[in-house]
C-alpha cells in the first residue's frame, strides 16, 4: 500500500518528464553567471512576473532572507505578521543574519494583516527607533489568498509612507490560479517577490527571488555571502522550469481535492476551517495525540498537531483522498 503524505507539498518526487528535463539540461557554473539553464530560469520567471531580474537560490528561506537583507540595512525594521514564516519558521534569520529587526503585528483571519495595524506600527523618524523600512506579506498564507484589492491597498499605504513591499509568495501560484488571474496580477504590487518551486509546483530544489536589478545585484552579492552560490545548479533550474511550464495549471487539482477533504471532514462532524486552496486546517484539540499512529498504521502521514493540517499535492489523487476520508471516519468512532 503506497503512503499517503499530507505533512506538506514539499514531499512530492520529480515526475518522470521532470527527470528527463533534469538529465538534459545544459550546464555551467553558476556563480560565474555561465550557467545557461540558471540564466533561462531567471529570465523567465522575472518576465512571467514583470521584474527585471530574478535570482535563483536554494531554499525559499535563502530566497526571503535575501530579499529582507537587500531591502534592509542593520538596525532597519521590517513588519511581518506574528505567524509569517519569515518571522516564526526560518530561524530568525533576517534579525541574526541581518541586524534586521522584525515588528509582528498579529495576523487577520483571511490571512492579510490590518493596514491600519501595519501604519500604527511605522516608527516616526527618531534616534531612538530602529527605521522602519520594509513591510512583508505572505500569499497564501496558511492556504488563505489574499484580495487584489487589499494588494493594491498595501501598495499604496507602502508607498505613501515610504516603505518597500516584500512578497513570500511561496505559494503564489496556488493564490494566482484560485483567483483564476496570471501571477503577475499579484505580483505588480511588489518591489519584491520570493518563489518556491519545491511546493505545490513539483521541483525537488529551488526558489527564486524577482526583483529590480539593483535590488538582485545586491542579492547575488548576499547569496555569496550566506554559502547560496551554486555550481552547476542548470539540472535544478531545468526542474523548476519544467514546473513553471507544465504544473502551475494542475494546482486547480489540488484545491479539488483539498475542498473535497475538507468538507467531508466537516460532514463527518469535524471542525474544520474553510478551504481555499491545498490546505485543510482541521481542530482536534486533545485527539491529536492519537492521530499520528492511528493515521501510519493505515499508511496515511499526517503531523500530530492539534489545529492539523492536511495538504494535497501532485503525489495525492482522488482515490487517495477516500482512503483519507475513510480514515478519518474510523478514527472518529475509534
Ligand atoms: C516553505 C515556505 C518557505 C520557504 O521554505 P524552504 O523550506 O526554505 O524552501 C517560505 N515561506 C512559506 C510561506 C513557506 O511555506
Redesign the pocket.
Known sequence: MPLIDLRSD?VTQPTAAMREAMMAAELGDDVYGEDPTVNRLETWLANELGFAAALFVP??????LLGLMAHCERGDEYIVGQQA??YK??GGGAAVLGSIQPQPIDGEADGSLDLAKVEAAIKQDDFHFARTRLLAL?NTMQGKVLPLDYLAAARELTRRRGLSLHL?G??LYNAAVKLGVPAREITQHFDSV?V?L??GLGAPVG?VLCGSAALIAKARRLRKMVGGGMRQAGGLAAACLYALQHQVQRLADDHANAAHLGGALAELGYSVEPVQTNMVYVQLGERAEQIKSFMAERGIVVSAAPRLRLVTHLDVDSADIERVIEAFAAFRSH
Open positions: 514539499t531554499s525559499g528561506t535563502m530566497s526571503n514564516h519569515t519558521y526560518e505572505e513570500d511561496a505559494r520570493s518556491c519545491s511546493k526558489s
